[in-house]
């Protein structure tokens, strides 16, 4: 142990190791707190374009002093080409993306490719005069900060979490619904300008640091390991700044350790954070939803055992009795489990019985799957197959492909088996209103209006035909249908009686009496 924790404190007595752990660990925070705003508003690559395209400016400032004034290296001047480098390739991309049919991701490959070009043939062309190790540009040597290093990413770190923090309900706002913000008076193309041009400020002044491809490891990987442990923009920023400085702290740890490249380490240490929560994360990782998938139980089975309790007439079901009824047995335990919790299914002594809920939603698949064995019927399939196959169609039972088929059916009030096709239960709530078309025998309402003028060119009030024999607010009952179901015989209040066929009592709204 003594040998360990002494291996853990001789390399920070050294000067060089600590300038890079602070000078990293300066990069890594400001880093995580802009990559979060970067991953969620999925502008990875504007991140990477910046960083290439800056070649160009360095080598713009190295040129100005060297041609004017005769000075190599020039930090602040280099800094300042960069800046303006990144400022051009944004205002290229978003006069590109906005003015052509181009798309946003197509013209930031093409203009920061086309600018990082530029600044190689710069480099190439002015060689005599330009003395910039690329490989150096690319891959940094965070082993190897200088003082200004430092004092640049202290002096950028501290102004763009300044105005991280004192517009961030800004961009917290057109990071998730840009619409929304516009639509409520806020400057959204303003707010994005200026993140922008704080992730260029970020890639600038690490860049010459860290190099490329760790600034960009530092900008995402950090903030997507966040991301898939929390849902709150404030802790994700947190967590991704507490994030890159262990990527830190444990990749120049394992650069001593190998004898390797700095930032090849950090993004190493950084990546292999990443894999850890993407496979533990409590609610987002592969082992959480892995284990979800294992408990998940299938619809078609819960609709299978709904199916078979409302045919028992409120006899208590156990498992056994759910099975000759599902297709797969296998989830039938936690399937049933799983109803009780959701109010569906009572569990007593005596076995498992459907709550008022639970009937309710068993009637609705009772009644596609009749429905289903009416229209197999409609459309000659042979008899002995009706039933297997709209066993396997009730489940496709939402509201438009059941009334679709309710009505082409005209309304069928028995199955091929001579079974009671259960009513839609919701419209018979007193305040809903619904086509006359839907009532069964023996069920009253009142008349509220018409659908459409197909019956008659002039109209009175309530929409009803002038010479209709319904009125607006008068009383009906519907009896029992003539010519094989296809004619409504309608029971007047005054006892007169008459009858409609499909097209018109579709046409009628009534209300339940």
Not at 163 to 183: E, V
Request: hydrophobic letters at 50%; proline letters at 4%.
């Amino acid at each position: 142990m003594p040998s360990l924790i002494q291996w853990f404190l001789d390399p920070l007595r050294e000067v060089f190791f600590q300038k890079a752990l602070i000078g990293s660990s300066l990069v890594a925070i400001v880093c995580g707190v802009v990559g979060s705003l970067v991953v969620l508003r999925r502008m990875a690559f504007l991140g990477d374009a910046l960083s290439h395209a800056m070649i160009a400016g360095v080598v713009g400032g190295y040129l100005f002093m060297k041609m004017l004034f005769n000075v190599e290296a020039h930090a602040p001047a280099m800094l300042i080409g960069s800046l303006i480098a990144a400022f051009i390739t944004v205002l290229l991309i978003g006069f590109v993306s906005r003015f052509s049919r181009v798309k946003e991701d197509t013209a930031i490959g093409i203009m920061y490719t086309g600018i990082f070009a530029a600044g190689v043939v710069l480099v190439s062309i002015f060689r005599n005069y330009i003395h910039i190790d690329l490989m150096h540009f690319i891959m940094g040597d965070v082993l190897a900060v200088s003082n200004e290093d430092l004092w640049a990413s202290a002096i950028a770190a501290v102004l763009v979490l300044s105005i991280i923090l004192l517009f961030f309900r800004y961009f917290q706002l057109t990071s998730f619904d840009p619409a929304m913000a516009a639509s409520i008076g806020v400057p959204v193309m303003l707010i994005d300008y200026v993140f922008t041009t704080c992730v260029s400020l970020v890639v600038v002044s690490a860049v010459t640091m860290v190099g490329v491809i760790l600034v960009i490891g530092l900008l995402i990987t950090p903030a997507a390991t966040a991301y898939l442990l929390c849902d709150r923009l404030d802790r994700m920023m947190l967590l991704s700044a507490l994030f890159g400085v262990t990527s830190v702290v444990g990749g120049l740890y394992l650069c001593i350790a190998l004898d390797s490249s700095g930032g090849g380490a950090i993004i190493l240490f950084c990546t292999f954070q990443f894999l850890l929560a993407l496979i533990f994360a409590p609610r987002y990782g592969l082992l959480a939803r892995w284990y979800r998938l294992r408990q998940m139980v299938p619809q078609q089975t819960v609709e299978d055992i709904l199916s078979a309790a409302v045919r028992t007439d409120g006899t208590p079901i156990y498992v056994e009795n759910v099975r000759q009824y599902a297709a797969n047995d296998k989830h039938l335990r936690g399937a049933m489990k799983r109803l009780v919790a959701d109010g569906l299914l009572d569990k007593g002594s005596s076995g498992f019985s459907l709550t008022e809920k639970g009937r309710q939603e068993a009637m609705r698949i009772l009644r596609a799957h009749r429905l289903w064995e009416a229209y197999l019927q409609h459309v000659g399939t042979p008899a002995e197959k009706i039933h297997p196959a709209a066993h396997h169609l009730e489940h496709i039972s939402d509201v438009q492909t059941v009334d679709y088929l309710d009505d082409l059916l005209i309304h069928p009030e028995v199955d091929p088996h001579g079974k009671e096709i259960p009513q839609d239960p919701g419209i018979l709530a007193s305040d809903r209103v619904f086509s006359l078309s839907l009532l069964r025998p023996g069920q009253d309402a009142r008349v509220h209006g018409i659908v459409s003028k197909t019956l008659d060119d002039s109209t009175a009030e309530g929409g009803l035909p002038v010479n209709f024999p319904l009125k607006p607010g008068e009383k009906i009952q519907v009896r029992s249908r003539s010519n094989e179901g296809t004619t409504w015989v309608i029971l007047k209040e005054n006892g007169e009686s008459i009858s409609l066929d499909h097209e018109a009592v579709d046409s009628i709204l009534v209300r339940a009496d």
